[in-house]
């Protein structure tokens, strides 16, 4: 029995080591978050490999104590993974409205190929609104397009990202419902998130 406490006071010498280092990593950075995910799994071994194994009191304070910082542990990557899945939404949700514009600039242009000759003076004062030029469509449509171009790029950039970082996660019903979503449905998906962080 007392070989075994001995042993176990040093696995747990070992492993608050590990968990010191816990409050220094850094997910921002490279190899953080994984580092973090793989404390967590370390830690869960220790606890499976001494839960119902100890008899002597401190020891079992000590796995309580263990218990409580796993649990925090585990509640930080799961804000860390939630705010990943918020960006994402929201990267995506940017790209369709940036599509959107696109399609209304697209829409214009051609408005403006219909439209009889002595109409053109008013739609273009409509369109110039509070502007000092007159309506370029060219210039529209391609800024539109350079935006749309952008926000995509930036949600996959996004995507691969979150699919190395959480590639665990990739069964959770809220990610796999982004490819789905839309502007109108973006909202209640950040909200979801927005939920299971609070709770």
Same mark, same amino acid.
């Given at each position: 029995?007392?070989?075994?406490?001995?042993?176990?006071?040093?696995?747990? &010498?070992?492993?608050a080591?590990?968990?010191?280092?816990?409050?220094?990593?850094?997910?921002? #950075?490279?190899?953080?978050?994984?580092?973090?995910?793989?404390?967590?799994?370390?830690?869960?071994?220790?606890?499976?490999?001494?839960?119902?194994?100890?008899?002597?009191?401190?020891?079992?304070?000590?796995?309580?104590?263990?218990?409580?910082?796993?649990h925090?542990?585990?509640? #930080?990557?799961?804000?860390?993974?939630?705010?990943?899945?918020?960006?994402?939404?929201?990267?995506?949700?940017?790209?369709?409205?940036?599509?959107?514009?696109?399609?209304?600039?697209?829409?214009?242009?051609?408005?403006?190929?219909?439209?009889?000759? #002595?109409?053109?003076?008013?739609?273009?004062?409509?369109?110039?609104?509070?502007?000092?030029?007159?309506?370029d &469509?060219?210039?529209?449509?391609?800024?539109?397009?350079?935006?749309?171009?952008?926000?995509?790029?930036?949600?996959r950039?996004?995507?691969?990202?979150?699919?190395?970082?959480?590639?665990?996660?990739?069964?959770?019903?809220?990610?796999?419902?982004?490819? &789905?979503?839309?502007?109108?449905?973006?909202?209640?998906?950040?909200?979801?998130a927005?939920?299971?962080?609070? &709770?």
């Open positions: 029995m007392k070989s075994q406490s001995l042993a176990f006071q040093k696995d747990a &010498a070992r492993i080591e590990l968990a010191g280092y816990f409050l220094i990593l850094d997910p921002e #950075h490279s190899g953080g978050l994984s580092d973090i995910k793989d404390l967590i799994r370390e830690l869960r071994t220790f606890l499976v490999r001494w839960d119902g194994e100890l008899a002597h009191f401190s020891d079992q304070t000590t796995l309580k104590a263990f218990r409580k910082q796993l925090g542990m585990e509640r #930080h990557v799961e804000c860390l993974y939630l705010a990943s899945l918020r960006e994402l939404v929201e990267a995506r949700r940017e790209w369709k409205l940036a599509e959107t514009f696109l399609e209304a600039a697209v829409a214009l242009n051609e408005l403006i190929k219909i439209t009889p000759g #002595h109409l053109i003076p008013e739609l273009q004062a409509a369109l110039r609104g509070n502007e000092r030029e007159d309506y &469509a060219t210039r529209s449509f391609r800024g539109a397009m350079a935006e749309a171009d952008e926000y995509e790029a930036t949600y950039r996004l995507r691969r990202e979150f699919e190395t970082d959480w590639s665990e996660r990739l069964n959770d019903p809220l990610f796999r419902s982004i490819d &789905a979503a839309d502007i109108a449905t973006a909202d209640p998906l950040i909200e979801a927005a939920e299971r962080i609070a &709770a």
